[in-house]
């Protein structure tokens, strides 16, 4: 994979907070920044998650707004398992978690592998009907983590309904449910 064709080239997708409490948090982003309506996904109901190939555990509440133009993605977390994913979630929260972006399904692989070559391993995979995903380390890089989404219609239209959400939102009702 070329330089120029490197997933980290491509725009971001969203960004990945990691805070202590979701709705005082969501609160604070309405009030303070704008930012919203969000989207909350009690207990992401992941199907498959593994950690360097071994069953691992990402319990958590998501919720997701559009602050400005780009797309924000709130993390309570509950549980995570084993040591190596804790550590990757061990920054004290709130703190930006991730950076997060989008590949082409068949090229997700490579770039994974290219990730991996160039000292950014994953740290967790994991799936959801079409979802499919990947945070990297790269906190010693850049202060945050990479998260890779392997692109699908359903990633596109979740996201620009919360981008169609925050068109002319006049703050009313800023925690909704996706469905």
Same mark, same amino acid.
Request: negative net charge; proline residues 7%; aromatic residues 6%.
């Given at each position: 994979?070329?330089?120029?064709?490197?997933?980290?080239?491509?725009?971001?997708?969203?960004?990945?907070?990691?805070? $202590?409490?979701?709705?005082?948090?969501?609160?604070?982003?309405?009030?303070?920044?704008?930012?919203?309506?969000?989207?909350?996904?009690?207990?992401?109901?992941?199907?498959?998650?593994?950690?360097?190939?071994?069953?691992?555990?990402?319990?958590?509440?998501?919720?997701?707004?559009?602050?400005?133009?780009?797309?924000?993605?709130? !993390?309570?977390?509950?549980?995570?398992?084993?040591?190596?994913?804790?550590?990757?979630?061990?920054?004290?929260?709130?703190?930006?978690?991730?950076?997060?972006?989008?590949?082409?399904?068949?090229?997700?692989?490579?770039?994974? $592998?290219?990730? $991996?070559?160039?000292?950014?391993?994953?740290?967790?995979?994991?799936?959801?009907?079409?979802?499919? !995903?990947?945070?990297?380390?790269?906190?010693?890089?850049?202060?945050?983590?990479?998260?890779?989404?392997?692109?699908?219609?359903? !990633?596109?239209?979740?996201?620009?309904?919360?981008?169609?959400?925050?068109?002319?939102?006049?703050?009313?009702?800023?925690?909704?449910?996706?469905?």
């Amino acid at each position: 994979m070329s330089i120029a064709d490197h997933p980290l080239h491509g725009p971001i997708h969203h960004l990945g907070y990691v805070v $202590e409490d979701l709705e005082s948090t969501i609160q604070r982003l309405v009030g303070e920044l704008g930012a919203g309506p969000f989207f909350v996904v009690r207990d992401v109901p992941l199907e498959q998650v593994t950690s360097h190939g071994e069953a691992a555990t990402f319990q958590h509440d998501s919720a997701f707004g559009q602050c400005g133009a780009v797309p924000i993605e709130v !993390l309570q977390l509950k549980r995570l398992e084993p040591e190596r994913v804790r550590k990757a979630f061990s920054q004290p929260p709130p703190h930006l978690h991730h950076t997060a972006y989008v590949v082409a399904p068949e090229r997700v692989a490579e770039a994974r $592998e290219d990730l $991996e070559r160039r000292g950014l391993p994953a740290f967790l995979h994991a799936t959801l009907g079409e979802l499919d !995903l990947t945070y990297h380390e790269a906190a010693h890089t850049t202060g945050h983590h990479v998260e890779l989404h392997a692109d699908n219609q359903g !990633l596109r239209d979740f996201f620009a309904m919360i981008h169609a959400a925050s068109l002319e939102w006049d703050g009313s009702d800023p925690l909704r449910s996706p469905s």
